[in-house]
Nanobody, 126 residues
């Protein structure tokens, strides 16, 4: 059973960058597809980005393309979310999620993920 721990959140001014990390405890983390989601206060949890288990396929939701990038380092059991040119509307709790898969594809639907981290707060001031 995978355990996920997010880190890298914090308070930043608009225009700055943050890199979030999602560390997996499972030694076979490389068999898991991973996604990032975010939830702003009073709003639903939304898909941000996903990466397949190999790190060869990635997808970032259209509204964040060009600013956010997802990647992974399976040797370190870690998935990253690089966030550039942050805006106040990016303020949210960011969660990573994982699902052990046999396929090489990505997963966008939150319902398909089996494991979730506790989240890391990102606050962007104007």
């Amino acid at each position: 059973q995978a355990q996920l721990v997010e880190s890298g959140g914090g308070l930043v001014q608009a225009g700055n960058s943050l890199r979030l990390a999602c560390a997996g405890s499972e030694h076979i983390f490389s068999t898991y597809a991973v996604g990032w989601f975010r939830q702003a206060p009073g709003k639903e949890r939304l898909f941000v980005a996903a990466v397949n288990k190999f790190g060869t396929e990635t997808y970032v939701t259209d509204s964040l393309k060009g600013r956010f990038t997802i990647s992974r380092d399976n040797a370190k059991n870690t998935v990253f979310l690089q966030m550039n040119n942050l805006k106040p509307e990016d303020t949210a709790v960011y969660y990573c999620a994982a699902k052990q898969v046999n396929s090489r594809g990505i997963i966008e639907s939150a319902r398909q993920y089996d494991y979730w981290g506790q989240g890391t707060q990102v606050t962007v001031s104007s």
